[in-house]
């Protein structure tokens, strides 16, 4: 089929879009295949397997953590894979998919992971409970890069998670990668060699049985231990108050544990100032809010000084 001036016109509106046959294309498609630095014939000849050997995606964040850096983490809770992209291009180094609290499903899940991919960051995903190691395998089949784990009160619970999240023989995994693997481009030499350790494992001690446990609960091969600062005031019975002294005392008590295991604590911070106090304690991941929070925020900082102006 001749392309037309008809045809030529809708190419020029929908250039990545629209459907053609590279090999029948006139001076003015190959021209817009130049652009991209697509030979005419490339899409018909260049074959997709066996061309080379193609690579895992790098676990930026995780590789970052092991050489001693600090991660910066926020999290997106509605469906809206946008909002996880502008997250990475505000320059956070993974985003939490928030399926403990979010409204998540599956097909929703699947398409926020590619917008974390999109915007450059690492997406984790906060699974729904802390028993349901065929969560832990889906998330990661979909192409998540981590998973952080809600109530770990135990050493089971901790090791419940890893068993879940790596293949035999360091866990139980079930094998069926999706994303992982690129949909079968990356040979399962090459994706058996980096699967297990490009993983990023988090745990949320946010209970005060945790609490008691967490030494056992830092010797169990996880990534990062994560303070629960919200669910400790609420288990302590004072609800709301995140900076409680027994909340600040569990908080200290996870990071000291840590330490000694030489692994991660993370920390939600609700500032610069508290981010700022949370760095020089030692605490190497630090949370901010999430994205609906931000939003508000701003919509009430501009929205709240023009009512008040209003008023009588």
């Known amino acids: 089929m001749a392309i037309g001036s008809g045809e030529s016109t809708r190419l020029a509106r929908y250039p990545l879009?629209?459907?053609i046959k590279v090999r029948e294309t006139s001076t003015f498609v190959n021209t817009r295949l130049a652009a991209f630095s697509i030979s005419p014939g490339s899409f018909n000849e260049t074959p997709l397997i066996g061309h080379n050997r193609m690579q895992t995606r790098r676990n930026a964040a995780k590789e970052a953590l092991k050489a001693g850096a600090?991660?910066?983490?926020?999290?997106?809770?509605?469906?809206?894979?946008?909002?996880?992209?502008?997250?990475?291009?505000?320059?956070?180094?993974c985003v939490l998919?928030?399926?403990?609290?979010?409204?998540?499903?599956?097909?929703?899940?699947?398409?926020m992971i590619q917008g974390c991919f999109a915007g450059n960051t690492a997406p984790i995903v906060r699974i729904l409970r802390n028993d349901d190691p065929e969560?832990?395998?889906?998330?990661?089949?979909?192409?998540?890069?981590?998973?952080?784990?809600?109530h770990c009160r135990t050493a089971e619970d901790a090791c419940r998670l890893r068993r879940a999240a790596l293949y035999p023989p360091s866990g139980e995994r079930g094998f069926g990668p999706g994303r992982g693997s690129r949909w079968g481009r990356v040979d399962s030499e090459t994706y058996?060699?980096?699967?297990?350790?490009?993983?990023?494992?988090?745990?949320l001690v946010e209970d005060p049985l945790g609490v008691q446990t967490v030494d056992d609960i830092a010797e169990c091969g996880l990534d990062v231990l994560w303070v629960g600062t919200g669910d400790l005031a609420l288990?302590?019975?004072?609800?709301?108050?995140?900076?409680?002294?027994?909340?600040?005392?569990a908080a200290d008590r996870i990071l000291k544990a840590c330490q000694r295991n030489k692994i991660a604590a993370g920390y939600p911070a609700t500032s610069?100032?508290?981010?700022?106090?949370?760095?020089?304690?030692?605490?190497?991941?630090?949370?901010?809010?999430?994205?609906?929070?931000?939003?508000?925020?701003?919509?009430?900082?501009?929205l709240e000084p023009l009512r008040r102006s209003c008023e009588p």
Not at 82 to 88: A, K, M, S, T
Not at 97 to 111: K, P, R, Y
Not at 192 to 203: G, H, I, Y
């Open 17 to 19: 879009f629209y459907p």
């Open 70 to 93: 600090i991660l910066y983490t926020s999290s997106v809770r509605l469906p809206e894979p946008g909002l996880c992209e502008i997250l990475g291009y505000a320059g956070f180094d």
């Open 97 to 111: 998919l928030d399926g403990e609290h979010g409204a998540m499903d599956a097909a929703s899940l699947d398409v």
């Open 135 to 150: 969560a832990v395998m889906h998330a990661l089949d979909l192409g998540a890069q981590g998973v952080l784990m809600p």
């Open 192 to 203: 058996f060699a980096t699967a297990n350790e490009s993983v990023l494992l988090l745990a």
């Open 235 to 249: 288990g302590y019975g004072v609800p709301g108050q995140r900076q409680h002294p027994q909340v600040m005392e």
């Open 272 to 302: 610069v100032a508290e981010a700022e106090w949370a760095r020089e304690q030692g605490y190497r991941v630090i949370g901010f809010g999430g994205a609906e929070q931000y939003v508000m925020q701003t919509a009430r900082a501009f």
